[in-house]
């Protein structure tokens, strides 16, 4: 990619970047040094320099108490030695004490190569060895310095001499280890110093080198950026700022310089100065000619909006129309729904007063057969007051034959005669008035037959009619529901036949705005000022896509 390509702010964090970049890699490569030095003296001071001092603490206290091992000899003869062996005692226990806080501190030390650590494993063997001889060692010094006896103290200065003989060459030993161990810090410390005099050798050298690299970078930086902020602009910034000062004061008539060379900002000003001057212009001229399509726009708007107010007026007079038919058409709907009510509830009581002539028919037909069963009932009676009469008579005729004895019987005989004779004429009263009953409710039931007939015909009738009446009805609120759909139907064009006046309106208010913006865009093309070619040339030229810009 080239840099020329390349946004200015891209380039100035590059170059930018770069120097931070450059100063990073500095500031990590001197703090890895100060890093590495810092671990070889940190090693140093914990480690190498603690060692020796514990082994020289060590070693130091292996010859006291070595030498203090041999001062018991000095009282071998003397036969009073208690206090000053009692005082060997005291000063090696001293010396004990010292021995294991060196032991302890040198036991911390991590030892990192495999000589150290093998030198530190034997000095554990001989230090056990030693420190074990010379339990022996104490013990005897505590018996010598409590034996009185001659002899016992003679035997006891010799097996004191065969325990330092054993003693001698333990602890020589150990001198032989800590001088190797000694000699390994010695050697390991001083080719830590060699490497770290190297490391910093090497980074002084990289350090100049980097430095110089560094400097010779942001000059060459510095130089690409300032080549790279003045190919972008293609001239000096004055110049830049006051053709800028002239185009924003609306003077488009600025020669620029076009031969070829010309680049960034430079030539774009060129360039939009020449497009400029040529949208202008045509601005102008499509200026002229939206005025003039305004105005007529406005001329149509305000013909359109009277014709449509005319409209508006004819759906309202419309709309109130049908407001009243449908008014009618409701009120006719209402009635028909009453008479629907009113047939079904004739209906209702049609077949009830049919119910009820069904019931009287059954109730003449029970009478009909109550009053043929008390005419057989009678027929019964007059029979019975035959034969009571037939009876009676003769008695009659036997209380005749009788004579005088039989005169009483004559007297009831005739009575009863009487009685059965009354009994058979109310008989046959009574059968006369149920025979004309019988005849009476025969017809009638012949009647109330025929008037079930006559009601049977008229429920039939009432559900013709009540069925009538409800399709009627039905048809009634059809047909208000549809006059109903018309009615909003005609208020819905009626609202937009109001709303396209109110829109026409608008456009016109919007056309007689147009033209007045159009006048106020002339006054405003003004401003700038044109070459004469370009402002009275019979065609203006295209205007360049942004790409071109």
Do not use: C
């Not at 004055?238 to 076009?258: R, S």
Request: aromatic share 4%; hydrophobic share 45%; no cysteine.
């Amino acid at each position: 990619m080239k840099t020329n390509n390349l946004k200015m702010s891209t380039q100035l964090t590059i170059g930018f970047g770069a120097m931070a970049t450059i100063t990073l890699l500095l500031g990590l490569l001197a703090v890895f040094g100060i890093y590495i030095l810092s671990a070889d003296m940190e090693d140093t001071g914990e480690n190498r320099i603690p060692a020796l001092q514990a082994l020289a603490q060590l070693n130091r206290e292996r010859m006291v108490i070595r030498a203090q091992t041999q001062a018991v000899f000095a009282y071998e003869t003397q036969a009073d030695a208690a206090t000053a062996l009692h005082s060997i005692q005291q000063e090696r226990r001293k010396s004990w004490q010292q021995v294991d806080h060196g032991w302890q501190a040198l036991l911390k030390i991590p030892r990192t190569s495999e000589q150290g650590r093998a030198l530190q494993q034997q000095l554990d063997e001989q230090y056990k060895a030693w420190r074990t001889i010379y339990i022996e060692l104490d013990g005897l010094l505590e018996r010598l310095a409590t034996a009185t006896d001659p002899d016992q103290r003679r035997a006891l200065y010799g097996e004191y001499r065969q325990a330092i003989s054993r003693m001698v060459p333990i602890s020589d030993a150990m001198g032989q280890t800590f001088d190797a161990i000694t000699e390994n810090n010695i050697t390991h410390t001083n080719a830590t110093i060699a490497e770290n005099r190297a490391t910093a050798a090497w980074l002084w050298t990289l350090s100049i080198v980097a430095v110089a690299g560094s400097t010779v970078l942001g000059v060459l930086l510095t130089w690409l950026l300032v080549r790279g902020i003045r190919r972008p602009i293609g001239g000096e910034p004055a110049v830049i700022a006051a053709l800028t000062q002239q185009i924003a004061q609306g003077d488009l008539t600025v020669q620029l310089e076009n031969t070829g060379r010309e680049t960034g900002i430079y030539a774009a000003m060129r360039d939009m100065a020449t497009q400029l001057q040529q949208m202008v212009s045509q601005i102008t001229q499509a200026t002229a000619q939206v005025n003039s399509a305004a105005v007529e726009i406005a001329q149509g708007s305000g013909d359109l909006a009277q014709r449509t107010e005319e409209q508006a007026s004819a759906l309202e007079q419309t709309a109130s129309s049908m407001e009243q038919l449908t008014s009618t058409v409701k009120h006719s709907a209402q009635n028909a729904e009453q008479a629907n009510h009113l047939a079904r509830a004739a209906r209702t009581q049609a077949e009830q007063g049919g119910e009820v002539v069904k019931q009287a028919v059954a109730a003449m037909s029970a009478i009909h057969q109550s009053s043929n069963q008390i005419a057989n009932i009678i027929g019964v009676i007059d029979e019975i007051a035959f034969q009571t009469n037939l009876l009676a008579l003769n008695a009659a005729v036997e209380a005749a034959r009788a004579g005088e004895q039989g005169r009483g019987f004559a007297v009831v005989a005739g009575e009863v005669r009487k009685l059965a004779q009354r009994s058979s004429d109310a008989a046959k009263e009574i059968k006369s008035l149920i025979t004309n009953s019988v005849s009476k409710v025969q017809d009638g039931g012949q009647l109330v037959a025929q008037s079930g007939q006559t009601l049977q015909e008229i429920v039939v009738s009432v559900k013709k009619v009540s069925d009538i009446v409800a399709e009627m009805a039905t048809a009634s609120q059809e047909q208000a529901s549809g006059i109903e759909q018309v009615n909003q139907a005609i208020l819905q064009m009626d609202q937009m036949t109001q709303q396209n006046a109110a829109l026409v309106e608008q456009t016109a208010a919007a056309s007689h705005a147009l033209s007045d913006q159009v006048r106020e865009l002339e006054q405003l093309m003004r401003f700038f000022k044109l070459n004469r070619q370009v402002a009275t040339g019979p065609e203006a030229a295209l205007i360049k896509s942004p790409s071109a810009l």
